[in-house]
Structure formats: structure tokens, C-alpha cells
């Protein structure tokens, strides 16, 4: 891909998370093709923008930020990460970089999604448009990642509390909501669990 291939906008790809059902396993630093997921996730987002890469992290110390090493992303430690998600999304929104138009929220344990699958998100973006929100969607039209904000809705995220995931983020934006269809379940599919991990493997070894 070239630079003009590239979009310009940034994206967020949230990885504060405690992997708390896989019980003592990090999720993230699961390997896929050799590569730690959270790097790969890191990697695909680098792919598709020429603005800031923004991963948001436990504090440091962490395993995570040894994964990331050499790649061109900015470290956002999230300081009160055991709240829930909101935590993250208002600490990564809050260290956005100048005034972009709008942002890609990514999700660090979706396993299956593509670099062409955030490249068919951003390619969608009309910002002329009433639209607020455009979102990855499953291949029969089921609402998922990643998502892009528009500039209008970062404010909602500075007052987000607890683990809702953004979702009073989306309600603000009252149906202005865009769905990109992405092939199969790539925009829902996470893995949480150890059995999640090893059904998909022999998913993919089958």
C-alpha cells in the first residue's frame, strides 16, 4: 500500500483491557502466524492511516508494551484501565493529536479483521454527509468494528464512565449511524476465553 493509499484520519485500537476470562492468559499476546494479536491488530491499523496510530495500555509496566517495539505507534497508558472500557475511550480520545474530522475506534481482540476490512470503513466516510458514524458491520448486517467518530461526538466521550463500550457514545448520535458490511462475522468475532482460542485455531487448521 502506498502512502496515497493511506487515509488520514487516526485510529484508536484499545488494548487496556485484563483478559479476565482467560484466566491468567493474556488474549492479546496470543499468537497468530507467529505474531502476538495485539501487534498484528497494531500493525493493520499502521497499514491503512498516515495520521497517529494511537494503542491504548495498561499502565507501565506491561507485557503489551514489549509487543509493540519498533512499530510507529503512539502509547497511551490508561491509568484507571480496571474501570472498564470507558476509561479507555475517554483517555484515548482526550490524546488525539491536533483536530482530526474523525477517528477509528479498533478493537485489539477481533482476530479476523483485515487490513481491506478498515480500508472498506474509512473508504465509506462522507463527512459532507449527516452521517455520524460509520461501522463495520457482519456479512448480514449486524452492528460491529471497527467504527469511525465523527469529530462532532468526541466531546461525549470525555464524560463516559464505567464499561459500556462507548454505546451512550453511538445512542448520541441518534440512527446517523452508517453499517459497512464486512465479510462473514470478521466485525463481531472475539476470542475471550482459552476454548474461544482453541475452536478458532481448529477453525482455521480444519
Known amino acids: 500500500m502506498t502512502r496515497q493509499d493511506k487515509c488520514d484520519l487516526p485510529v484508536i485500537l484499545l488494548a487496556a483491557g485484563q483478559s479476565r ?15 502476538p494479536l495485539l501487534r498484528r491488530q497494531a500493525e493493520i491499523a499502521c497499514a ?32 484507571d484501565a480496571d474501570e472498564g472500557m470507558n476509561a479507555s475511550l ?3 480520545f482526550a490524546a488525539l493529536p491536533g483536530a482530526p474530522a474523525a477517528a477509528m475506534l479498533l478493537l485489539a481482540d477481533l482476530p479476523e479483521l483485515t487490513i481491506q ?11 459532507k454527509s449527516e452521517t455520524l458514524i460509520w ?3 457482519t456479512e448480514d448486517g449486524k452492528p460491529g468494528h ?3 467518530f465523527s ?32 465479510p462473514g462475522n470478521r466485525a463481531r468475532r472475539d476470542l475471550d476465553t482459552p476454548e474461544d482460542w482453541v475452536t478458532w485455531r481448529a477453525e482455521q487448521t480444519g
Open 117 to 127: 476490512d478498515l480500508r472498506s470503513v474509512f473508504q465509506a466516510i462522507d463527512l
Open 146 to 148: 471497527p467504527i469511525v
Open 135 to 137: 461501522r463495520g458491520a
Open 90 to 92: 475517554r483517555t484515548a
Open 21 to 35: 476470562r482467560m484466566r491468567g492468559a493474556d488474549k492479546l499476546l496470543e499468537e497468530i502466524e507467529g505474531v
Open 48 to 79: 491503512v492511516t498516515n495520521a497517529p496510530v494511537l494503542v491504548a495500555l495498561p499502565p507501565s509496566p506491561h507485557p503489551r508494551y514489549q509487543c509493540l517495539d519498533a512499530l510507529a505507534v503512539n502509547r497511551v497508558p490508561v491509568p
Open 151 to 182: 469529530a462532532d461526538l468526541f466531546p461525549a466521550f470525555k464524560s463516559l464512565k464505567g464499561d459500556g463500550g462507548g454505546r451512550e457514545v453511538v445512542a448520541k448520535a441518534d440512527g446517523r449511524v452508517t453499517l459497512v458490511p464486512l
